[in-house]
T-cell receptor
Framework: DTGVSQDPRHKITKRGQNVTFRCDPISEHNRLYWYRQTLGQGPEFLTY????????KSRLLSDRFSAERPKGSFSTLEIQRTEQGDSAMYLC?????????????FGPGTRLTVT | ELKVEQNPLFLSMQEGKNYTIYCNYS?????LYWYRQDPGKSLESLFV?????AVKQEGRLMASLDTKARLSTLHITAAVHDLSATYFCAVGSGTYKYIFGTGTRLKVLA
C-alpha cells in the first residue's frame, strides 16, 4: 500500500509529558502537511514542508510544538510539555509535485489524549 | 484571511430524499475539495473542483463550483443510509494550504 501512514494511531499521555508522532507520506510526494482536528471541528492547518524545508507554521503551533522532515522523506511532530488542550486528532497529508490540483492525501491520523 | 463556512452544520434526512450542502468562502480561490469523514476515521477525498463552473458526479453525490459567487454545493440525490457521515469542503489558500469548512454532519434515516 502506498498511502500516507501515521504512527502511532492512538496515544494517551499525562499532562506535562512529551510526545512524538511520525508521518510517512506517499513516496513520490514532495509536499507534506500537518493538521489538527478537535472534536466537531474541521481540520486546522499547522505546518507545511516542501522537501525538507518547513515553509509555513501556523500561529496555532506554539513554541511547544516542533516539526521536522529530515531528508525530505518522513516527518515528525513533537509536542513538549503536553496540555489537556492538545488533545486532538493530528492528521498528516502529502501531495505531489505535478498537476494543478495540489490534491492532498490524508493519513489515518494520530489521536492524542492528554490526561 | 480566508474563511470557509458550511451550512447546514447538521442535516437529518429521510432515505430517498434530496438535499444540498453549501460551502461559502471569503476570498478568491479556484481550488475546492470535498471530503467525507466517518466517525473516528480520516478524510476520504470525494471531489476536486479546479475551475469556475466545474461539476463532478459520483454515484448519488454531485459537486459544483461557482468561483464568482465563492460558492460550492454538494448535492445528494435519493439519500441512502450509507451516506451518513460528516462532509467537509476545503478551499485552496495560496499554492498549498487548505482551509477547511466547519463540516456538515449528515444522518440519513431509514
Amino acid at each position: 500500500d502506498t498511502g500516507v501512514s501515521q504512527d502511532p494511531r492512538h496515544k494517551i499521555t499525562k499532562r506535562g509529558q512529551n510526545v512524538t508522532f511520525r508521518c510517512d507520506p506517499i513516496s513520490e510526494h514532495n509536499r507534506l502537511y500537518w493538521y489538527r482536528q478537535t472534536l466537531g471541528q474541521g481540520p486546522e492547518f499547522l505546518t507545511y514542508f516542501q522537501n525538507e524545508a518547513q515553509l509555513e507554521k501556523s500561529r496555532l503551533l506554539s513554541d511547544r510544538f516542533s516539526a521536522e522532515r529530515p531528508k525530505g522523506s518522513f516527518s515528525t511532530l513533537e509536542i513538549q510539555r503536553t496540555e489537556q488542550g492538545d488533545s486532538a486528532m493530528y492528521l498528516c497529508a502529502s501531495s505531489g509535485r505535478t498537476g494543478d490540483s495540489y490534491e492532498q492525501y490524508f493519513g489515518p491520523g494520530t489521536r492524542l489524549t492528554v490526561t | 484571511e480566508l474563511k470557509v463556512e458550511q451550512n447546514p452544520l447538521f442535516l437529518s434526512m429521510q432515505e430517498g430524499k434530496n438535499y444540498t450542502i453549501y460551502c461559502n468562502y471569503s476570498t478568491t480561490s479556484d481550488r475546492l475539495y470535498w471530503y467525507r469523514q466517518d466517525p473516528g476515521k480520516s478524510l476520504e477525498s470525494l471531489f476536486v473542483l479546479l475551475s469556475n463552473g466545474a461539476v463532478k458526479q459520483e454515484g448519488r453525490l454531485m459537486a459544483s463550483l461557482d468561483t464568482k459567487a465563492r460558492l460550492s454545493t454538494l448535492h445528494i440525490t435519493a439519500a441512502v443510509h450509507d451516506l451518513s457521515a460528516t462532509y467537509f469542503c476545503a478551499v485552496g489558500s495560496g499554492t498549498y494550504k487548505y482551509i477547511f469548512g466547519t463540516g456538515t454532519r449528515l444522518k440519513v434515516l431509514a
